[in-house]
């Protein structure tokens, strides 16, 4: 009988990570350097590495997969470098600047700074082209649509070389047939172009979400579709017999069709399966309070999990451009091995968010990085082994690490080579707590009623730090740690969100069946989704959740719901379920005022088996695992201690360590540093504890 396995690829700026599951619960690991050019010559390389492990070659271990999962991070990346496609808009006439006026200020944190420079647009002016149409808020005709208009754009369109378009029409959620005849036209006039119509990506109120959504979702199409279509190509010839799955940023798995067409839910789709994971790493321990920070080598990504439940965002700026759709609450900073230090105008060390990325990387790789990076500083401290990265595959030169931090930073500061260094790792230590702050403290959450779970192959480094500064006292570094977000997406679910708008108040049976009916109508759709896509009906679970407000408020507020007819007698039961939340979140509510509904929301799962850990083998022979001893330093003064380091592969269960030491991962390095002790459980994960 031939071997299941179960393959995780997660596409990083500078590393791409591979996670191997097979049937009888073994979990390997693989990184390989990203080739942002061509991601599939980085998979090609994890697989040769995999193909030499297991004595198998890339088609056969391929050929056995039950699901390959791809995490990537190319959305992301256009919308940052701005480099999606070119697009047009076709709206309402007279609301073509409806995206630069947003909601008549800029976004939170910038609202009243005049200085602060307007977002760059995804659509220039030129190619926003409103059309006589308008449908008014009870869902009733006032201008029948002008084909003519329609055309007219797309001639534009076609003269200027717009490859994608957004449609996008004011309460067209409530008649969507002008957006659908609009439709209709563009892919007669312009059947090569990336299309998306508002309505049927974001079915909800606001013109300006719903308008901004749907161009970020033109904008990245054709990449993320290009993008798919590779990585489908790629696995096939490989002889997969069932499709890629791609992970979402809400926190679910996808096939490629559906992530081509939905592409901004791949916008930040990378960190968004560590939630999953770090509740996997807890679960042992009875925990469901996680902090789970990732940090690779660009960046530092921060989620929080309270009780077993993931924030999750909607209708929010992401990198300044309004996004509708959910997604996992995720607080990303430019803190990474990679990130690079330098000194400002005010002669102040700083690090990041500039990276040296995968190519030329950080001065120690030799690429020819002159750049002193984050990488380098630990090298410097002692806390990397030269010898060890990536088990060994990948040598680090200290000597060109020394000169760059020593020509960058420390000459014109006046110090040693040894205080730039331990300078530059507090720093970035210090940038990574603020975030942490931002999505525990500044949301009412007390850090220290959470564990934090380390994950990306540098966060190990520094997570002792990090947790000390944040009164943290319990960190959980799961030897997968340097490869988490992969493993979080094979053990994450396919997920789809439907919505509706339905704009009601919450009196009377007509309400009521409105409502119902609406999910009903939705619920279908995903059923029928996820049947296509190889699920049985008892492999599908759905949650629901509605926006709702008291009438006469402009803003709603969410609130999830059991699966349960709305009628006179258990409307009680949502309404009271919206008034804890207003007072949660608001502090008070208004039992007396009337309820009006706004918008619907079905989420839809395809339960996925789980692979489980195996448990290791007991083994406390802590000497026996000892590999040397090195300088390290761990104080501002530069002074070094000699600390032993430890190889991990030879550490069993019930290993206690008590710092300062360091051990050594094939992936990743677990810094230690004095006062606190890690003992390492048979789940696979070190628990380390403040002994101060």
């Not at 500078?14 to 350097?33: C, H, M």
């Not at 220039?124 to 055309?151: F, H, Q, T």
């Not at 702050?437 to 959470?450: L, Q, T």
């Not at 530069?638 to 991990?648: E, F, N, R, S």
Request: proline share 5%; aromatic share 8%; net charge negative.
């Amino acid at each position: 009988m031939r071997t299941r396995y179960r393959l995780g690829v997660d596409a990083g700026g500078t590393f791409t990570d591979f996670v191997l599951a097979d049937a009888e619960g073994g979990v390997r690991l693989y990184k390989s350097p990203s080739t942002p050019h061509d991601p599939t010559e980085a998979i090609s390389e994890g697989l040769k590495l995999i193909a030499t492990d297991v004595g198998q070659s890339p088609k056969e271990i391929i050929s056995q997969c039950d699901l390959c999962i791809n995490g990537t991070t190319v959305g992301l990346n256009a919308l940052i470098q701005h480099k999606g496609a070119k697009t047009g808009l076709i709206c309402t006439k007279g609301h073509e600047d409806s995206i630069e006026i947003r909601l008549g200020h800029k976004e939170d944190g910038y609202r009243y700074d005049a200085e602060y420079p307007p977002a760059e647009m995804l659509v220039p002016r030129y190619l926003r082209r409103g059309v006589a149409e308008r449908v008014v808020s009870d869902g009733s005709v006032k201008i029948p649509l002008n084909e003519d208009d329609v055309r007219a754009a797309c001639e534009l369109f076609i003269k200027e070389g717009v490859k994608a378009v957004a449609i996008s029409f004011v309460w067209s959620v409530l008649h969507q047939d002008h957006e659908r005849r609009a439709a209709e036209i563009v892919r007669e006039m312009m059947p090569e172009a990336f299309l998306t119509v508002g309505s049927e990506l974001y079915p909800q109120i606001r013109e300006y979400t719903r308008t901004s959504t749907a161009i970020a979702n033109a904008y990245l199409g054709p990449i993320l579709k290009k993008y798919v279509d590779g990585i489908d190509k790629y696995f096939r010839d490989l002889g997969a017999e069932y499709p890629v799955r791609y992970f979402q940023s809400n926190g679910g798995l996808a096939i490629g069709q559906a992530m081509s067409d939905r592409s901004v839910y791949a916008i930040n789709s990378g960190p968004a399966s560590a939630p999953q994971a770090g509740l996997f790493v807890a679960k042992p321990f009875g925990i469901d309070n996680v902090i789970s920070v990732d940090m690779g080598g660009t960046s530092f990504d921060i989620t929080l999990t309270r009780g077993g439940s993931t924030n999750i965002n909607k209708d929010i700026d992401f990198l300044r451009y309004r996004i509708g759709v959910p997604m996992i609450q995720v607080e990303t900073l430019g803190a990474g091995g990679g990130s690079i230090g330098w000194i400002d105008e005010m002669g102040l060390l700083q690090v990041g968010p500039q990276s040296a990325g995968a190519d030329p990387g950080p001065a120690c790789y030799g690429n020819g990085g002159e750049e002193p990076t984050t990488t380098d500083a630990n090298l410097i401290l002692g806390y990397v082994n030269p010898t060890a990265l990536l088990g060994g595959r990948m040598d680090l030169d200290r000597e060109k690490a020394y000169a760059s931090v020593k020509t960058k930073i420390a000459d014109p500061l006046g110090i040693s080579v040894e205080r730039a260094a331990y300078g530059m790792f507090t720093i970035v230590n210090n940038n990574m707590v603020n975030g942490i702050r931002r999505v525990s403290v500044e949301r009412g959450y007390d850090p220290r009623d959470f564990v934090l779970v380390a994950a990306g192959g540098a966060g190990a480094a520094h997570i002792t730090a990090l947790a000390k500064e944040m009164g943290i006292g319990t960190v959980l570094v799961p030897k997968l740690a340097s490869g988490l977000c992969a493993f979080g997406q094979i053990i994450s679910d396919v997920k789809y969100n439907y919505m509706a708008t339905s704009p009601v108040r919450l009196e009377g049976e007509a309400a009521y069946k409105r409502i119902n009916d609406t999910y009903a109508e939705i619920e279908a759709e995903g059923i029928a989704h996820l049947e296509a896509d190889g699920f049985e009906r008892d492999r599908i679970a759905i949650k629901r959740s509605i926006d709702m407000r008291y009438v006469g408020q402009i803003h709603e507020c969410t609130v999830e719901i059991d699966n349960f007819t709305i009628d006179a007698s258990t409307v009680d039961r949502l309404k009271n379920g919206f008034h804890a939340k207003h007072e949660q979140l608001y502090t008070y509510s208004e039992k007396g005022t009337p309820i009006e509904v706004v918008n619907l929301e079905s989420t839809l799962y395809g339960r996925v088996d789980r692979p489980e850990l195996p448990v290791l083998a007991t083994g406390s022979d802590v000497a026996g695992a000892l590999k040397t001893r090195r300088p390290m330093i761990f104080s501002p003064d530069g002074a070094a201690i000699d600390a032993p380091v430890y190889d991990g592969e030879k550490l069993g269960a019930g290993a206690e360590i008590t710092g300062p030491a360091v051990i050594e991962e094939v992936t990743t390095t677990i810094v230690i540093e004095p006062g606190w002790h890690a003992s390492l459980h048979e789940s696979g994960s070190y628990v380390l504890k403040r002994t101060n």
